[in-house]
């Protein structure tokens, strides 16, 4: 069972922004930055989308963005396109083990 | 160009062992943490085991810790994952990944295709 979690499923329209949340009780640490995001297509593997709360990787556009605030990390796609319909999942990073959340599917309506 | 591919994966039975490999290429290799990340068939994403640049660290989730040991050769620029005991639950593609520095903690910026390991009898 995830110490992360995340809402099932998110949907908006081409255009829209939307937000997933995971809330986990490590991230509650002001100087807590180990949160990561990931974006799954179906039968691929994982990409990375942020890291370290709010960087992106070269490369990721910047309709991408992370952040947090007590105990919850989020994840907001701005401008949604048909691609970014995937699975995402935030990844914490405690002491000597990663726990990823339970994911969320996002649908482009 | 950065790729990692993994290999080692198919059917073995309850109790038996496996080993997977994954090979690096298009970065230095031994600069870098690596981790093993596994997926039961319609489920989300297991973090199962990570090991430093330099190999002298490794760390395993609970739920293998005894049964799967993760290492690494960087003269080979391979990364392996020891799995004994194999239970039906360990059924998942295992993908290795690059993290983005050399110890714990970085986001894993490089992911292989992954190799499906299914325990059955």
């Known amino acids: 069972q995830s110490a992360l979690t995340q809402p099932a499923s998110v949907s908006g329209s081409p255009g829209q922004s939307i937000t997933i949340s995971c809330t986990g009780p490590?991230?509650?640490?002001?100087?807590?930055?180990?949160v990561s995001w990931y974006r799954q297509h179906p039968g691929k593997a994982p990409k990375l989308m942020i890291y370290d709360v709010s960087s992106r990787p070269t490369g990721v556009s910047n309709r991408f963005s992370g952040s947090k605030s007590g105990n919850t990390a989020s994840l907001t796609i701005s401008g949604l396109q048909a691609e970014d319909e995937a699975d995402y999942y935030c990844c914490s990073f405690t002491n000597t083990h990663y726990d990823f959340g339970t994911g969320t599917k996002v649908t482009v309506l | 160009e950065v790729q990692l591919l993994e290999s080692g994966g198919g059917l073995v039975n309850p109790g038996g062992s496996l080993r997977l490999s994954c090979t690096a290429s298009?970065?230095?290799?031994?600069?870098?943490?690596m981790s093993w990340v596994r997926q039961a068939p319609g489920k989300g994403l297991d973090w199962v085991s990570g090991i430093t640049d330099s190999g002298h660290y490794t760390y395993h989730a609970d739920s293998v810790k005894g049964r799967f040991t993760i290492s690494r050769d960087n003269f080979k620029n391979t990364l392996y994952l020891q799995m004994n005991s194999l239970r039906a639950e360990d059924t998942a593609a295992y993908y290795c990944?690059?993290?983005?520095?050399?110890?714990?903690?970085?986001?894993?910026?490089?992911w292989g295709q992954g190799t499906t390991v299914t325990v059955s009898s």
């Open positions: 298009g970065f230095t290799f031994g600069t870098y943490a």
């Open positions: 990944a690059k993290l983005n520095g050399p110890v714990a903690g970085y986001g894993m910026d490089v």
């Open positions: 490590m991230i509650d640490f002001d100087d807590y930055n180990y």
